[in-house]
């Protein structure tokens, strides 16, 4: 018997939801309702900063307009510090990790060359340090965490998985990001972590998310490699961008649901327009999110959509 898809929502409440958030939730809720299975809400609010009770209020409201409706949840990763701390535990216990003295400024100014999601290579500065060099200065400051990648000539540290509209994916994390952050100085479990034992727990088997996020599939992949969890399948959808090419953000106030729930009724018009985008609708036609579940299907977002999107509202 096929496993039952389960997807989710994993916002992050810094704002209102644009048009791009809102293309992204209704593949991930396409994706599941069109396969008949779970939708699991998770808020992802692991930075103190991101807290912001009104945000979320808005974002379940929003949702609840927009038609698209979960199955579980919402959990918030602000009430799961110990899941996280016991998964770093794990990754200590079998000497993956070592921390790490080196401050923002030392990293920019290294030689590193920097992705275009603003990874940063890690020159493995800290990884050899001398235990009494490590305790002299933990009395200065308050180290990160970093997990090790295995060298670049190591097969384990090659992942390659296959991405239902982005195709087949190969990264070499020695190259692409070296070793990364499990925590933060400030003890913030890091967002790769938190978000590949919040899938696992919550027994979500299909990601879909922005392609901003592509880049950061292979560190998952490895991170649930070495916990010994199932690898979900991924499917990164195109971000919609300006016709000036500036990708949406949630700072173009024009396109965020405040405004744009201002002028529509329903939902139907803004949903008609980002189905369009895909194929799954005609121009111009108004749409509810339940009417696209038959028609939608991976093979047509990927035949439409292997770029970014020019969205004109
Ligand atoms: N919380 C992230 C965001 O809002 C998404 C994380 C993910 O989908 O893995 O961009």
Not at 41 to 54: G, K, M, T, V
Not at 117 to 136: F, P, S
């Amino acid at each position: 018997m096929k496993d039952t898809v389960v997807g989710r929502f994993a916002p992050t409440p810094s704002g209102r939801m644009h048009a791009g958030n809102v293309f992204a939730a209704l593949m991930a809720w396409l994706g599941v309702r069109s396969a008949g299975g779970q939708m699991v809400l998770r808020i992802e609010d692991l930075d103190p900063r991101a807290h912001n009770p009104e945000a979320v209020r808005l974002l379940l409201d929003d949702l609840h307009w927009l038609g698209l409706d979960w199955d579980k949840g919402p959990y918030y990763q602000s009430d799961r510090s110990e899941v996280y701390r016991e998964a770093l535990r794990t990754l200590e216990d079998k000497g993956l990790t070592y921390p790490c003295f080196c401050t923002r400024a030392e990293l920019h100014a290294a030689t590193a060359p920097h992705a275009s999601d603003g990874t940063v290579l890690y020159a493995g500065t800290c990884r050899g340090l001398l235990a009494t060099e490590v305790e002299r200065r933990r009395a200065l400051r308050a180290p990160a965490t970093r997990l090790i990648v295995p060298d670049e000539g190591d097969p384990s540290g090659a992942i390659s998985f296959y991405d239902l509209v982005f195709g087949s994916q190969r990264e070499v994390l020695a190259r692409t990001c070296g070793d990364f952050l499990v925590r933060r100085s400030d003890g913030v479990v890091a967002y790769q972590l938190a978000v590949v034992v919040d899938d696992a727990l919550m027994g979500v088997n299909q990601v879909v998310r922005g392609n901003d996020l592509l880049g950061s599939s292979a560190r998952q992949i490895y991170l649930q490699r070495l916990l010994g969890y199932e690898q979900p399948t991924y499917a990164h959808v195109p971000l919609l961008v300006a016709p000036d090419g500036r990708r949406l953000s949630k700072r173009d106030r024009d396109l965020d649901l405040g405004e744009i729930r201002a002028h529509d009724a329903g939902p139907e018009r803004l949903l008609g327009m980002l189905a369009t985008t895909v194929g799954l609708a005609q121009e111009g036609e108004a749409v509810s999110a339940s009417a696209l579940v038959e028609r939608f299907s991976w093979d047509r977002v990927r035949a439409a959509a292997k770029e970014n999107i020019v969205f004109e509202s």
